[in-house]
């Protein structure tokens, strides 16, 4: 297990770029598997790679809709060496209440469920996947916000299942993110790694 991510934070440096000047890097997993944790920590370890967070482009009615945003607002900017500018949801008000700047740095992450899928597959250096089983994944989750979105769970849940049913990303994955207790630990993934 490693507890310091340098290692894989050099290996994604050494990447080509793959959007413009961008390493555009994947967590993707289910809801509830440590991406966020993960993407902060690997971040820290890039020296403050920038990163964008799906739950920032969804909203209630497009959970998983929203990548012609990330694409027009985020993707097409970097890749003319340009910064993103995208709207931040917020999930209280129902409504995009500020908006985030992403420049272009050497290394930039999307975390979040559906961050590998098809229609960003082009713009990716890695698409890392954090291997944690959805039953297990949903539970921490569920845990994670408690019983006063259990109505939300439950629709979110069904809405994941169809999205990886009808795009799945773990196929796609360079590499597979293994969460332990003492750090983590990256393996190969099915599309053979970066």
């Given at each position: 297990?490693?507890?310091?991510?340098?290692p894989?934070?050099?290996?994604?440096?050494?990447?080509?770029?793959?959007c413009?000047?961008?390493?555009?890097?994947?967590?993707?997993?289910?809801?509830?598997?440590?991406?966020s944790?993960?993407?902060?920590?690997?971040?820290?370890?890039?020296?403050?790679?920038p990163?964008v967070?799906?739950?920032?482009?969804?909203?209630?009615?497009?959970l998983?809709?929203?990548?012609?945003?990330?694409?027009?607002?985020?993707?097409?900017?970097?890749?003319?060496?340009?910064?993103?500018?995208?709207?931040?949801?917020?999930?209280?008000r129902?409504?995009?209440?500020?908006?985030r700047?992403?420049?272009?740095?050497?290394?930039?992450?999307?975390?979040?469920?559906?961050?590998?899928?098809r229609?960003?597959?082009?713009?990716?250096a890695?698409?890392?996947?954090?291997e944690?089983?959805?039953?297990?994944?949903?539970?921490?989750?569920?845990?994670?916000d408690?019983?006063?979105?259990?109505?939300?769970?439950?629709?979110?849940?069904?809405?994941?299942?169809r999205?990886?049913?009808?795009d799945?990303?773990?196929?796609?994955a360079?590499?597979?993110?293994?969460?332990?207790q003492?750090?983590y630990?990256v393996?190969?993934?099915p599309?053979?790694?970066?």
């Amino acid at each position: 297990m490693e507890h310091d991510l340098t290692p894989l934070a050099a290996r994604l440096r050494a990447l080509p770029p793959s959007c413009g000047p961008v390493r555009l890097i994947a967590v993707d997993g289910h809801a509830g598997s440590g991406k966020s944790t993960f993407a902060a920590r690997l971040a820290d370890a890039l020296g403050g790679a920038p990163v964008v967070h799906t739950d920032d482009l969804a909203t209630h009615d497009e959970l998983f809709t929203w990548d012609e945003r990330f694409r027009e607002q985020v993707a097409e900017p970097l890749s003319r060496g340009e910064s993103g500018h995208y709207g931040v949801y917020d999930w209280v008000r129902r409504a995009f209440t500020e908006r985030r700047e992403v420049a272009p740095a050497p290394v930039v992450l999307i975390e979040g469920v559906g961050s590998g899928r098809r229609a960003l597959r082009p713009y990716l250096a890695c698409l890392l996947w954090m291997e944690l089983a959805r039953e297990h994944s949903w539970e921490r989750g569920q845990l994670r916000d408690g019983p006063g979105l259990s109505v939300f769970w439950d629709g979110w849940i069904r809405a994941e299942r169809r999205h990886f049913a009808a795009d799945p990303s773990r196929p796609y994955a360079d590499l597979l993110v293994h969460q332990g207790q003492l750090g983590y630990e990256v393996r190969v993934g099915p599309s053979g790694g970066s």
